[in-house]
């Protein structure tokens, strides 16, 4: 059974930074690609950032580009999403998720997690960021 658990939320200042980790178990962890999603109240859902645990191929929402750092542990079976420069706008619910390649490029595999809700989620943790 996967299990993805999530943790690192709060409340921080805008400017500020924060780390979200995911762990994850009950799958092969490198062969998918695991991402970070996040919806605010009243928004849809949206793909932040994915990483492809087999060559570390990445894909960032452009709203984070510059800002956020996605990382994994192969070795911890952990993704990491590293946040800078925080802004209000990124108040959110953020959760980590992971589906098999099955030989798509990363940016299907978000569209496919975050418009249809594909593969395995985690609970969510809460990012609020002051202004």
């Known amino acids: 059974e996967v299990h993805l658990v999530e943790s690192g939320g709060g409340l921080v200042q805008a400017g500020g930074s924060l780390r979200l980790s995911c762990a994850a178990s009950?799958?092969?962890?490198?062969?998918?690609?695991i991402g970070w999603f996040r919806q605010a109240p009243g928004k849809e859902r949206e793909g932040v950032s994915c990483?492809?645990?087999?060559?570390?191929?990445?894909y960032y929402a452009d709203s984070v580009k510059g800002r956020f750092t996605i990382s994994s542990d192969n070795a911890k079976n952990t993704v990491y999403l590293q946040m800078t420069r925080l802004k209000p706008e990124d108040t959110a619910v953020y959760y980590c998720?992971?589906?098999?390649?099955?030989?798509?490029?990363?940016?299907?595999?978000?569209?496919?997690?975050?418009?249809?809700?594909?593969?395995?989620w985690g609970q969510g943790t809460q990012v609020t960021v002051s202004s």
């Open positions: 009950g799958f092969t962890f490198d062969d998918h690609a």
């Open positions: 998720a992971a589906d098999s390649l099955n030989d798509r490029d990363i940016s299907a595999v978000v569209v496919g997690m975050a418009v249809y809700g594909l593969g395995s």
């Open positions: 990483i492809d645990t087999s060559d570390g191929g990445t």
